[in-house]
């Protein structure tokens, strides 16, 4: 069925350090994602899109990369701060006006 | 530009009673969605309204409905509540758009009892 998977579910960096967060998706109809941060006890916070015509997009701090041959989607974020400390979550919009999620990957920044 | 906002933020409940959450979408946006998130199934896919029509649905039972006024509000009701309706509840508005972003309300936590 139609799924959103992330390879790691936790992840841990150094402050100061880069941040990869992968996802893989699974309908190639898809042609727009978007990453999402959640802290505990909010909704999900949109940090990032991209539309499948690209294969990067640059935000502040972040960066998204497409690659639609191996359909997998990743989250960059430099030089993390403690405050990046969450749950991202990649979605994906296969058409017909919904999300599909991946499971997320809670993200810890080390002091 | 105020933000999605959601009520009631918390709801107790017992089993077999029903319950409506609301959802107020940021001014402008005409499609709102609505999504259930658990700790085992992560953010699952309700139904989706744009201009008081639904556009499509997820796979949940019929207890699960909703609905959206003229001024784009929309809310959720669940029926005949079951232990496993417990979750946190998550409405999200856009423009309306297939591929536009897509913005969340802080949610509603759910717990049957």
């Known amino acids: 069925g139609e799924s959103v998977g992330l390879h790691l579910p936790t992840l841990s960096v150094q402050e100061g350090d880069n941040s990869i967060i992968n996802c893989a998706y699974s309908?190639?109809?898809?042609?727009?994602f978007i990453w999402y941060k959640q802290e505990s006890g909010k909704g999900p916070q949109f940090i990032i899109d991209i539309r499948s015509n690209m294969d990067k997009r640059q935000g502040q701090r972040v960066t998204v990369l497409l690659n639609k041959t191996v359909k997998h989607l990743s989250l960059q974020i430099a030089a993390t701060q403690p405050g990046d400390s969450a749950v991202y979550f990649c979605?994906?919009?296969?058409?017909?006006?919904?999300?599909?999620f991946g499971t997320g990957t809670r993200l810890k920044v080390l002091a | 530009k105020a933000g999605v906002t959601q009520t009631p933020r918390y709801l107790i409940k017992t089993r077999g009673q029903q319950v409506t959450l609301s959802c107020s979408p940021i001014s402008g946006h005409r499609s709102v969605s609505w999504y259930q998130q658990t700790p085992g199934q992560g953010l699952q896919f309700l139904f989706e309204y744009f201009s008081e029509t639904q556009r499509n649905k997820g796979n949940f039972p019929g207890r699960f409905s909703g609905r959206q006024f003229s001024n784009s509000r929309s809310e959720m009701n669940v029926s005949t509540l079951e232990l496993g309706d417990s979750a946190l509840y998550l409405c999200?508005?856009?423009?309306?758009?297939?591929?536009?972003?897509?913005?969340f309300g802080p949610g509603t936590r759910l717990t049957v009892l």
């Open positions: 979605a994906e919009n296969p058409g017909a006006y919904k999300y599909i």
């Open positions: 999200a508005s856009s423009l309306g758009s297939s591929g536009t972003e897509q913005f």
């Open positions: 309908n190639s109809a898809s042609d727009y």
